[in-house]
């Protein structure tokens, strides 16, 4: 038994465990809860009290209630809310007492307000309608396998798997630590089938990136260009141009840096050997990270087409690994054994069969119709209501709500008017936890929980940033609604007593105990996971709108992948073809001539297909933005009936095959990077 001793006093850190995901969690130093087994009639909240002295933390209510609150409107709002994004309050000036880096300013309170909730739950009977979902640990080399057939690169240890051509250009787009995650699965594969004797090629990891002949001398001049880049955006991290720069001014630790790999980034704080310090954030005075400016425009989920979102995906899993694998942190991917689940209904229903339920009621719905409507009638009753998510429902009226919810919904004759806000709360949690599958997913629960091993709270946030986005997309859209209405739930904390810390203990057993997990742990476990999954549900709330966007990085290389795709494709179009090539060619590049002398006259053509002005000519210079555009474009077309806010101009073609722009992209700077594209004004995609 170890205890961290100050003027003020004990500071509790958390019980160790030799579990794999509380591994994730836990602090450098611990302290064991004596008695924390599990006790005839002594509750989880009694046994938290009795080891932890009252006044252990400061809670810094005042402090944390005088901060601004910048609202920003959410991409998948359910009502006319907005998701805010707030921005930290001036320091109390208190020094704030010393705690560990996964525990911030979490208070006794606040940790009691955790497991009540934990109580809450074990009181409910959830289990009566499904059986848990069973978890297992993939094999070794089962894993490794799995991973290269999701990131694309089958072909690297099974010859006939399909997009060989694919994987090469994925590998050559690849940073260097992109590709050391690559090499490492391949030769862990390797050694595995050796060993089982299998008879899969698996080809030499010193082959893999190995140029071939025909195109050594352009790969080498590419290497070298390469290499100079890479050496240059080492030295201006290294100077205090990039994150965690030298120095530690406030500027470079909190300027997030969306051009470069992450785990180049990484790897760099690595080799700097700088010395971490104990990060001692308190309530919402989380650091406010903010995105360098960028001409090219953020990208954010839902901008790209299909086709490349697959390809941010794949390139998202390869540099979510490299990054792990730079601070040497091991997760381990679990699997989903089948268990048999509801296949209608509303409780209990997969993410994938509630939306087909629902999509052919309402097309295009991609968030489940329960949730936004119990989020809606939630906002309805008043936002200001103390506890809103805290205080529960009387369990055996949420119980029959449930039950009258599943018989009628759908139908429309539910009487909503009756039911009660705490009631309804219950009710979102409820529906939350039911899920046959988590909503963080089976396959990247661990990596969740493994997002606070790693050194720095900008490298947690680039690790969450990746996991938000290799989020299947029913979850991912589904984790964005609720952050945002958690988000809007904190903006009235002055009255509903609701901070981030508390609406973040509150969820966290909702989000993280999922059944096959929740009956698995013992309550000491449940102690070591507490601060953990607590901060991690805080980082989702408080970071959402970094956390959505798609990283430069990543969308620079999606742009290499699709010229590549492009040249391989102008080379190997049949014969047959030729003729009509040619003539569509020359119409296009009539076209295209046509387009590129406007530019370099000053001008760009831009399209508006759908509507009577059906393309305009528009002056280019340095400060035009995508909004200039939009708003001239209103200014001529007379008979639009669509709304500003659902009007997007798109980037197509060239090096990317749709793009909804931010309204803050300037064109010119955007088509240095892609000179082919093509400019359409059209409704966004929903």
Avoid at 114 to 142: M, N, P
Avoid at 197 to 206: G, M, W
Avoid at 492 to 505: F, I, Q, S, Y
Wanted: glycine share 6%; proline share 4%; hydrophobic share 35%.
């Amino acid at each position: 038994m170890s205890r961290q001793q100050d003027e003020q006093g004990v500071v509790l850190t958390a019980y160790t465990s030799n579990s794999e995901a509380l591994r994730a969690i836990s602090c450098k130093e611990h302290t064991e809860f004596p008695g924390a087994g599990r006790s005839a009639g002594v509750s989880l909240v009694q046994q938290l009290r009795a080891v932890v002295p009252r006044g252990f933390c400061r809670p810094e209510l005042s402090g944390s209630h005088r901060r601004r609150t910048s609202r920003r409107t959410g991409q998948y709002n359910v009502q006319r809310g907005k998701a805010s994004g707030a921005a930290p309050g001036p320091s109390s000036g208190k020094a704030p007492y010393q705690r560990c880096s996964s525990q911030d300013s979490l208070d006794e309170q606040a940790m009691v307000d955790y497991f009540k909730e934990v109580e809450i739950i074990q009181r409910s009977g959830d289990a009566e309608t499904q059986e848990d979902l069973q978890l297992k640990v993939a094999d070794e080399g089962e894993q490794e396998e799995a991973w290269l057939m999701e990131a694309g690169l089958a072909t690297l240890f099974d010859e006939s798997a399909s997009g060989g051509e694919d994987s090469i250009v994925l590998l050559s787009t690849l940073t260097r630590t992109q590709a050391a995650a690559v090499e490492r699965r391949v030769e862990t594969l390797k050694q595995t089938l050796r060993k089982r004797n299998k008879t899969y090629s698996v080809p030499d990891v010193r082959e893999i990136f190995k140029p071939s002949p025909a195109s050594q001398s352009k790969d080498e001049a590419g290497s070298t260009e390469r290499s100079g880049s890479d050496k240059q955006e080492v030295e201006e991290l290294g100077n205090g141009v990039g994150p965690d720069a030298a120095g530690g001014g406030a500027d470079a630790e909190t300027d997030i840096n969306l051009e470069v790999s992450f785990s180049e980034q990484a790897l760099v704080y690595k080799e700097g050997l700088k010395v971490i310090q104990p990060q001692n954030e308190a309530d919402d005075r989380l650091p406010d990270f903010k995105v360098s400016q960028d001409k090219t425009g953020q990208t954010r989920v839902g901008d790209l087409s299909a086709e490349d979102m697959k390809k941010v995906r794949r390139l998202v899993l390869i540099e979510m690994s490299a990054l792990f694998d730079t601070c040497s942190i091991e997760v381990k991917a679990h699997k989903a054994l089948k268990v048999k689940v509801r296949e209608s209904g509303l409780f209990g229903v997969s993410l994938s069969t509630l939306l087909e339920q629902d999509q052919r009621r309402m097309p295009g719905a991609r968030v489940p119709l329960i949730l936004q409507r119990l989020i809606s009638h939630i906002e309805e009753q008043g936002l200001d209501t103390e506890g809103v998510l805290r205080i529960p429902g009387a369990a055996t009226r949420v119980k029959a709500v449930c039950h009258e919810l599943e018989h009628k919904f759908y139908e429309g004759m539910f009487p909503w008017e009756s039911l009660k806000q705490h009631d309804a709360a219950s009710l979102l949690k409820l529906f939350i936890r039911e899920l046959p599958y988590p909503l963080l997913t089976v396959e990247y629960f661990n990596a969740f929980l493994s997002v606070l091993k790693l050194p720095t709270k900008k490298q947690q946030l680039q690790a969450l940033n990746l996991l938000v986005l290799l989020l299947p997309e029913p979850n991912r859209d589904t984790l964005k609604a609720l952050m945002e209405f958690f988000q809007r739930v904190i903006d009235h904390k002055d009255r509903n007593k609701m901070t981030l810390n508390n609406v973040a203990v509150v969820m966290a057993p909702n989000i993280f105990m999922c059944k096959g997990f929740r009956s698995k742990i013992s309550e000491q476990q449940e102690f070591a996971m507490a601060t953990g999954t607590a901060n991690i549900v805080r980082l989702l709330i408080r970071y959402q709108n970094l956390l959505w966007t798609i990283p430069k990085f990543i969308l620079n290389q999606v742009r290499k992948q699709n010229m590549e795709n492009q040249r391989k494709m102008n080379r190997d179009r049949a014969v047959k073809k030729l003729l009509k090539k040619m003539a569509y060619d020359r119409e296009r590049a009539s076209n295209k001539q046509e387009s590129n002398a406007e530019a370099e006259g000053g001008f760009i053509r831009v399209q508006a297909p759908q509507f009577s002005m059906v393309s305009m000519a528009v002056q280019l210079t340095e400060d035009l933005k995508a909004s200039d555009v939009l708003t001239r474009f209103l200014g001529q077309e007379r008979t639009l009936s669509v709304k500003r806010e659902d009007l997007c101009l798109y980037e197509m073609g060239g090096n990317i095959k749709e793009r909804c722009l931010d309204e803050e992209t300037y064109i010119k700077a955007l088509l240095e990077l892609n000179p082919s594209a093509e400019w359409v004004i059209k409704p966004v995609q929903h």
